[in-house]
C-alpha cells in the first residue's frame, strides 16, 4: 500500500518541477515585436568646404521588426522615409537641396535592462527624388544653379547609399519608444564625371564631389 504512495507523491513532485522550470525558459528570450516611429532629421553634409553649408530640418518615419532574441542582445531591422538635406551659401548664391530616402537599417542592439538598448549596425538608402531651391544675390539666373535642364539632380546623384547608425532608445513606458541616432554615410551623395565625358559647369551647391551624408534623428514610437 505504501508503493502506491510512494509514486504518488513523486508523480506530484515532478509535475511541480516542471511548471518551475517553465517561467525561466519563457523569461530567456524575450518576444518579437513590430512597430511604427517617426521623428526629425537634422542633415547636413561632410567634406563641403568649398561652401557654407549648415543643417537642414527634415522628418522620418516608417516601421521596424525585432525577432526574439536573447535578453541581452538583440536585432531590429527597418524600413523607413527619410526627407533630408542641406542650406548652403556662396559669394554668389544660397539654396537649399533637398533629397528624399528609403532608408534599411539593420541594428544590432545590447539591452539595459527593461528601460533602455544601444544599437549599432549598418544602413543603406535608397535615393528616391531630389531637386535644389536655388537664388542668386546678382541679377539674373545663376546659370550654375542645374547644369540639366531635365531631372537636373537625380542624374548627377548617386541613387544607392550606405554607412553606420548608432542609438540610443528608452523605454518610460508601455510600448512607447523614445530614442536619438546618429548616421554617418560612407557613400558619396554625387556621382564622379567620367573621363570620357565632359562634365557640365558644377553647380554652386555641389563644388566637392565627394561630399557624404551626415544626419543626427529624434523619434517617437510605439512597439506592439
Given at each position: 500500500?505504501?508503493?502506491?504512495?510512494?509514486?504518488l507523491s513523486q508523480s506530484d513532485t515532478s509535475a511541480k518541477s516542471a511548471k518551475a522550470a517553465k517561467p525561466a525558459t519563457k523569461s530567456s528570450k524575450t518576444e518579437r515585436s513590430f512597430g511604427v516611429i517617426a521623428g526629425l532629421n537634422f542633415a547636413n553634409v561632410t567634406k563641403a568646404s568649398s561652401i557654407s553649408n549648415s543643417n537642414e530640418t527634415g522628418f522620418?518615419?516608417?516601421v521596424f521588426f525585432a525577432p526574439p532574441s536573447k535578453s541581452l542582445l538583440s536585432f531590429r531591422m527597418e524600413f523607413l522615409y527619410s526627407k533630408q538635406g542641406y542650406d548652403y551659401k556662396t559669394n554668389t548664391n544660397t539654396?537649399?537641396?533637398d533629397k528624399h530616402y528609403i532608408m534599411m537599417p539593420m541594428l544590432y542592439g545590447i539591452?539595459?535592462?527593461k528601460l533602455a538598448r544601444l544599437e549599432a549596425g549598418l544602413q543603406t538608402a535608397i535615393l528616391l527624388n531630389a531637386k535644389v531651391d536655388s537664388t542668386t544675390s546678382q541679377s539674373g539666373t545663376d546659370p550654375n544653379a542645374n547644369p540639366y535642364a531635365s531631372g537636373g539632380m537625380m542624374k548627377m546623384m548617386n541613387r544607392f547609399?550606405?554607412?553606420f547608425a548608432g542609438a540610443l532608445e528608452i523605454y518610460p513606458y508601455k510600448g512607447i519608444v523614445l530614442g536619438?541616432?546618429?548616421n554617418i554615410s560612407l557613400g558619396e551623395i554625387y556621382k564622379t564625371p567620367t573621363p570620357s565625358v565632359t562634365p557640365p559647369p558644377s553647380p554652386s551647391y555641389m563644388q566637392d564631389v565627394d561630399a557624404k551624408n551626415n544626419l543626427v534623428q529624434l523619434y517617437l514610437g510605439y512597439r506592439f
Open positions: 500500500m505504501l508503493l502506491p504512495l510512494l509514486a522620418m518615419v516608417g539654396g537649399t537641396v539591452n539595459i535592462g547609399n550606405y554607412g536619438g541616432r546618429y
